[in-house]
């Protein structure tokens, strides 16, 4: 027996304050979802009768005559879709159903938008290059923006959909393929794909960030054009991502690079501006902000950097802690413009060098679907982002609460977060021995 539940989305339209009505499909042990395009407040929702309320005014001035006669006709709509679906279940094959985890939400989008539904003779079957090519496209031209922030996404994007792109050539290329259809990248492709970047040294991050930006080409197509792909079907083809062994610098470590006596101009400035961004928690995008018309007095006297994060959007508020002001001192409040990253990476590495930082680091990563362990000396390790890295640990190793550090770094997550404190084991395990008195 079918079961069909109406339910309201838990999100609301910032705009409009409405939340969308969804609709729950149950065949025996089979649920099936799909958003319904019916939009309602939900002072309006009778959630025991799982249907817009219509008010029963005495009094019926203009306005509420025409939120009434809306009202009126979202519930008739919405009458019918569920109509719609229950003659369909009656109809259909009930193993089709359970096999097609997309089949609500295509009857319903159907119904809602029946002008999509014009069949061509030989209707033209978008493959993965065009698709990928299609992403690319639209990040280029602004159309295709990041859902948190509802900005373009950025040039750095821009190149890794491009690299995805070319991996994927080389792909096709070995197996001796022009191209794929849609409906051919199944869950085979996903594991034979995810062996080929293995085979050619690619880490696991590196390959699920791949795999991630695929599954979001194939997302960006119509329902229809993507309905029977397995390949973004999470149970059958997962994100690939793991925990990195990455350092940070301690603050006596930090100390002993600012105390450098550094004749060479660029690795001075270099030297510089990792320092600003290990007391401020910032990213190297947002190094530019780090000027003097970002910064404020708060009400007990103190200073604080105020911007918006070039990444996420986030409004920060960064205290200037004395180490930051003396880099901001030394030039004047005008800290040197940053170079691109690689070079800096480059040359911040010359700086831990000379900062003796020398001690052997193991970095253990998958690779070629196996775990591999690396050995380098510390300063080999050291990169733009290890600065934002060391803020997050160091200010937690003083004891500040988790929140409070997020912040400054603008983490909306703990688990985020917390993938960047790297206090060891026994790190861990002195701090809890501190806290108690023999």
Known sequence: MATITLTLSSKSDKATKQQEVM??????????????????????????????????????????????????????????????????????????????????KTLVHDFNFPAQQVEQEEPQVTTLLQTVSSLIESAKNGTRTVKKTQKPVDNRTVTQYKQMHNILVRYLEQNQLDDLEITSVDENFYKSFVQFMYAEGYKLNTVGKHIKNLKAAINALPMEQRVNCEFIEPKKCAKLTEEVDNIYLTEDELNNIASLEIATPYLDKVRDQFLLLAWTGCRYSDLPKLNKNNIHTMNNGGRCFKFEQKKTASRVVIPILPPAQAILDKHNYNVPAPMSNQPFNRFLKDVAKLAGLNEDVSITHTEQGGRTEQHFKKWECVTAHTARRSFATNMYKRGYPTLMIMKITGHKTEKAFLSYIKVSEEENAERMLAGFEF
Do not use: C
Request: hydrophobic letters at 35%.
């Open 23 to 104: 609709m729950r499909l149950t065949i025996g042990s089979t649920t099936r979802r799909a958003k319904t395009n019916v939009f309602v407040q939900s002072e309006y929702w009778d959630s025991r009768n799982q249907s817009i309320d219509i008010p029963n005014w005495r009094m019926l001035t203009d306005e509420r005559k025409q939120l009434k006669t809306a009202l009126q006709e979202k519930s008739m709509k919405l009458e019918k879709i569920k109509n719609h679906v229950s003659s369909s279940v009656d109809k259909a094959d009930k193993q089709a159903i359970k096999d097609d985890v997309n089949w609500l």
